[in-house]
């Protein structure tokens, strides 16, 4: 992940803003601890053919990959810890719609890497449902509720 | 038309690279003396749920207005002339994906406040036509051919 100029992290955090996601996913993964994967994204989509900007993001920022879609979307997409945690922190600041979730990711990746116990991951995941509210989302899949059935189910 | 920090002028451009538009159309209306409007657009996007970053942006840029569609989509529209040439010069220095267009716009935007004779204008509507190819609009309504097959009717 690179130091981004300021002006360049404004940009970014506009392009985010106008047409990118941050959000979070909490998928059934049994190789885990707790049966389920947390997966912090940032993304940024484009048709195919606004693939070049993609590219630019990836080489500016410096991290991440980008995928394309069936549906003949591309997708930049950033999950790894360590570049999500610098982007986000050097975005945080300009960002005006995103800014709540840039926080809430924030609050996330820092609870995400304390976890040890059950409780722990419960609470994690609890915090993760607020994206619900703050992306709009009207389903998820594995929310606070299913996810402690499930792992009390197991005890 | 608001004089922008270099700051908000990046995060503008990176929004509207994102999910904006600056497109020029070429509007039949008989009140013109060539018969056509010609109507230059910066346009910005949302769902109805994002309604708040436009006014935030509207605030920000300091003109144009915020119009509903049909489909659910918000748009926020700069159309006079003095915010836009005021604008796409400000953010013209952090447009990536759009550089050209708004290179383009600043173009036409001087050609058109030099307009006299139809020669001139036609030669106008030929420079718009090149928004075809960048903005990988396939139709047209009112291309340089037929602006130009209908005003040699009227002679």
Do not use: C, H, W
């Not at 048709?47 to 591309?74: M, P, T, V, W």
């Not at 116990?117 to 899949?141: A, C, G, H, P």
């Amino acid at each position: 992940m690179n130091q981004l100029e300021k002006l360049d992290a404004a940009y970014i955090a506009g392009f985010l803003d106008g047409d990118g996601s941050i959000y979070v996913r909490v998928k059934p993964n049994a190789t885990y601890k707790f049966g389920f994967q947390i997966a912090p994204n940032i993304v940024f989509f484009q048709s195919q053919k606004g693939i070049k900007i993609l590219e630019e993001l990836k080489e500016l920022i410096g991290g991440g990959y980008i995928r394309f879609r069936k549906d003949g979307i591309a997708e930049y997409i950033i999950g790894d810890m360590i570049t999500l945690q610098n982007l986000v922190k050097q975005i945080r600041p300009y960002l005006r719609l995103k800014k709540l979730q840039a926080e809430l990711l924030i609050q996330i990746l820092d609870q995400k890497s304390r976890v040890v116990t059950q409780e722990d991951f419960l609470s994690l995941v609890k915090l993760i449902d607020s994206f619900l509210t703050l992306n709009y989302s009207k389903k998820r899949k594995n929310g606070f509720t299913s996810v402690k059935t499930l792992l009390e189910q197991k005890l």
